[in-house]
């Protein structure tokens, strides 16, 4: 059976579930880095995606899909911000997790100064969560793009390290651009290609095999 058919495997995504058959740890990873999907990982939600880990700590993890645009512009739904929304700017599909909710990266300027600045707060380097109740027009000189999202994949304690113990992931840095990245097409080759041997040759694994 193919993981993305299993229920329980599926749970292990949205909050509801562990999954640990290997009894292994799997690799370290923390806020900041990119989970990208196994090639055998063929659940639609999560097939050839890239996660940014936003949260890792033992309440468990959370993070958001950057790969999955949708079909709404930022401007129908929240226009004060598609100025600062970068190319493409639509809304992106988080993950499964509260689709009805918008959570909000961007990518600081080289040298912004964030000290005592309301509305961010850091993630990793330059990637910071953005509050959307804040005016934009006091963030646009600190910010240099955005990505909304709605919606976001998590993990309940333990859950993530049972996922990476059973190779659905791989646990890769993330470059400061890579939550505005505009390569809406595949990503997850462009994050793989630009890894040392051997990941960077899954870069060439076919999106439909029937094509291979």
Known sequence: MARGDDPDERRTR???GDDRRHGR???????????VSAI????????????????????????VVLNRPSETPVEDVLPLWA??????????????????????LGVLRVGADITDVRG??????????VDLDT?????????????????????????LD?????????????LPTDPIASDRHD??????????????LLATHPIELERN
């Open 187 to 200: 990503l997850w080759a462009s994050v793989l290609r630009r890894q040392p041997l051997p990941l960077s």
């Open 83 to 104: 100025e600062l929304t970068a190319a493409p700017t639509d809304l992106y599909i988080g993950g499964p997790v509260k689709r009805d909710a918008a959570l909000c």
């Open 40 to 63: 055998d990982l063929v659940e639609p939600t999560f097939r050839r995606t890239v996660v940014y880990v936003i949260e890792h700590n033992d309440a468990g993890s959370l993070g």
């Open 135 to 159: 005016d934009p027009a006091d963030l646009a000189p600190l910010v240099e793009h955005i990505r909304i999202f709605a919606g976001y994949a998590g993990w309940s304690m333990g859950q």
């Open 120 to 129: 961010l707060r850091r993630v990793d380097g330059r990637v910071v969560l």
């Open 14 to 16: 949205d909050g509801h």
């Open 162 to 174: 049972g996922e990476l113990a059973n190779d659905d992931w791989m646990v890769v840095s993330a």
């Open 25 to 35: 740890p799997g690799p370290a990873v923390r806020a900041g880095n990119l989970l």
